[in-house]
């Protein structure tokens, strides 16, 4: 199992660590994560532009090719012009705005460009992301708000519903508490450039920073962009201490303490989606939102 991850993408979170801040910032940072976050209200401009909508948990690069889509650009225009956009990203994104093209509908205006979308959708993941309740529950969990954005994204990814959230975000919370590899099939996914639900022995060893079954701590970047109800599920999440979950089929998310339990959860599921000769059941994907984005307005 390697080990070697940079400092910035290694978590550790310890019931110590917790207490302390829970002792110091009980008032401030107990209540602020319950607060719901910053919400932009729509333009009420008479005359409705065309729109361009962003789902939850859409990867950049789906981003990018809806962008060239809808401004009717050669494919990759978007994505050459990230350089001279101006995005305002935190310093922990290194330049990459993964996880900051905020999902909601945007108006499309005249003369509007890749550079004028990728500052607008970055522009209002700023305004969500560093209002100060998003802070505060950041720093309650020992995190910034940038490792608060990529176990969002993790969560958009790996939930089947909006009721899952929250456990899923106790699972991650839970596994790096105790120094276990996250082992979540969504960053396998994103390091191949797919959507599937199923991953083979042989996907969990290959050499990728995003492999969380062979490294410890977040994947070094966000996996997708996640929405606010994934953000809301990572700054407050439900007590419990589960370590394992699987969907073992539409709305039968298992979540569990017990290696033994999972297993069998884990047997069952592949089960019923062992190859038949009918038509596989459709993998669960980041177009495949989990809510419903909001308008925004320039």
């Known amino acids: 199992m390697q080990m070697n991850i940079p400092p910035r993408n290694t978590i550790r979170?310890?019931?110590?660590?917790?207490?302390?801040?829970?002792?110091?910032?009980?008032?401030?940072?107990?209540?602020?994560?319950?607060?719901?976050?910053?919400?932009?209200?729509?333009?009420?401009?008479?005359a409705k532009p065309a729109t361009l909508v962003i789902p939850e948990g859409w990867r950049a690069s789906q981003v990018y090719d809806a962008v060239d889509t809808a401004l009717k650009l050669p494919p990759g225009s978007t994505r050459k012009s990230i350089g001279k956009a101006g995005l305002k990203l935190p310093n922990d994104a290194e330049g990459n705005p993964e996880g900051y093209l905020f999902p909601a509908t945007y108006p499309l205006r005249k003369g509007e460009t890749p550079e004028s979308l990728l500052r607008f959708m970055v522009d209002t993941a700023n305004k969500k992301f560093n209002a100060a309740p998003?802070?505060?529950?950041?720093?309650?969990?020992?995190?910034?708000?940038?490792?608060?954005?990529?176990?969002a994204s993790i969560v958009q990814a790996e939930?089947?519903?909006?009721?899952?959230?929250g456990k899923v975000a106790r699972v991650i919370f839970?596994?790096?508490?105790?120094?276990?590899?996250?082992?979540?099939?969504?960053?396998?996914?994103?390091?191949?450039?797919?959507?599937?639900?199923?991953?083979?022995q042989d996907d969990?060893?290959?050499?990728?920073?995003?492999?969380?079954?062979?490294?410890?701590?977040?994947?070094?970047?966000?996996?997708?962009n996640p929405g606010e109800e994934a953000m809301r599920a990572v700054l407050d999440p439900p007590s419990g201490e589960w370590l394992y979950f699987v969907t073992v089929k539409p709305g039968d998310t298992r979540?569990?303490?017990?290696?033994?339990?999972?297993?069998?959860?884990?047997?069952?599921?592949?089960?019923?989606?062992?190859?038949?000769?009918?038509?596989?059941?459709?993998?669960?994907?980041?177009?495949?939102?989990?809510?419903s984005p909001q308008p925004v307005g320039h």
């Not at 917790?18 to 910053?38: D, H, K, M, Q």
């Not at 105790?178 to 639900?197: C, E, F, K, V, W």
């Open 13 to 46: 979170l310890t019931r110590r660590g917790r207490l302390a801040l829970v002792v110091a910032g009980t008032v401030v940072a107990g209540t602020a994560v319950a607060v719901p976050l910053l919400t932009l209200g729509s333009g009420h401009d008479e």
């Open 134 to 151: 998003v802070a505060a529950g950041a720093q309650y969990h020992s995190m910034n708000v940038y490792q608060a954005v990529t176990i």
């Open 159 to 165: 939930a089947a519903t909006k009721a899952d959230m």
């Open 174 to 200: 839970n596994r790096l508490d105790r120094g276990m590899p996250l082992q979540m099939d969504s960053t396998i996914n994103y390091a191949l450039h797919r959507s599937t639900i199923r991953t083979s």
């Open 204 to 224: 969990t060893r290959i050499e990728s920073p995003y492999n969380s079954y062979q490294r410890m701590g977040l994947p070094p970047t966000p996996i997708g």
């Open 255 to 291: 979540f569990t303490t017990d290696y033994a339990a999972h297993m069998r959860n884990v047997a069952e599921f592949n089960a019923l989606h062992q190859p038949t000769g009918q038509a596989q059941p459709p993998s669960r994907s980041p177009r495949q939102s989990t809510a």
